[in-house]
């Protein structure tokens, strides 16, 4: 799996949008980007999935550079339910593990 | 919304007893996979498991540990004789064959081996 770089923390205010970045600068052309979330010990959290085009859903956005080599998960609106350790994890499609770095610990404050 | 349940929420065990660890996947879902995360550590993955056999093993799952899909629903983790630090979560997930690759997570077992 390509290596992927998060900083180890982030603060946000609630109600304001948090921007999460990840570093692949050594993605491949079949690696798609994913992004999941763990709320203190719960399961890992599916929030969203590219390859190259930028995606929204109910959840989030994930904007992907045009080199590949980076993204950037978005939260439009955070609230404090949304403080977790975020997981961005790049892997070939249909390849069978998912490979948990150590994430980004996002803090949401009132 | 279909989820992955797991039972139980949390299993507490004596050093070198069996344990098994139940996970009812997604019912059309035909990929399953238990991972596990010691306190503190990261999530790691142990197996996967397709059409009734281990597709995947990381070199976590050595000859103590072992999966199976006892009839249409179920898929256990079962652990031999468990050492300390079999201590962890342990958190199964599945995905349909074929169209999107996500993997849905369960809530996780609490393992603790005394």
């Known amino acids: 799996d390509a290596k992927t770089t998060q900083p180890p923390s982030m603060d946000c205010a609630e109600g304001r949008a948090a921007n999460l970045p990840c570093n692949h600068s050594t993605i491949s052309g079949n690696e798609y980007v994913y992004w999941y979330r763990q709320i203190h010990s719960q399961g890992p959290q599916y929030i969203i999935h590219?390859?190259?085009n930028n995606e929204t859903n109910e959840m989030a956005s994930l904007i992907i550079t045009e080199d590949r080599k980076s993204s950037t998960l978005i939260l439009p609106h955070a609230t404090l339910r949304d403080t977790a350790v975020y997981y961005c994890i790049v892997r070939p499609y249909n390849f069978n593990k998912f490979y948990f770095g150590s994430g980004t610990k996002l803090n949401v404050k009132p | 919304e279909p989820e992955v349940t797991q039972t139980p929420s949390h299993q507490v065990t004596q050093m070198g007893q069996e344990v098994i660890l139940r996970c009812v996947p997604i019912?059309?879902?035909?990929?399953f996979y238990w991972y596990r995360q010691i306190l503190g550590q990261k999530v790691e993955f142990l197996v996967s498991?397709?059409?009734?056999?281990?597709?995947?093993k990381s070199e976590i799952f050595d000859d103590q540990f072992s999966v199976e899909r006892p009839d249409g629903s179920n898929f256990t983790l079962k652990i031999r004789s468990t050492k300390l630090e079999d201590s962890a979560m342990y958190f199964c997930?599945?995905?349909?064959?074929?169209?999107?690759?996500?993997?849905?997570f369960g809530p996780g077992t609490r393992l603790t081996v005394l």
């Open positions: 019912s059309n879902h035909l990929y």
């Open positions: 498991f397709y059409n009734n056999e281990i597709s995947e």
């Open positions: 997930a599945s995905r349909l064959a074929g169209g999107t690759d996500t993997q849905y």
């Open positions: 590219g390859l190259k």
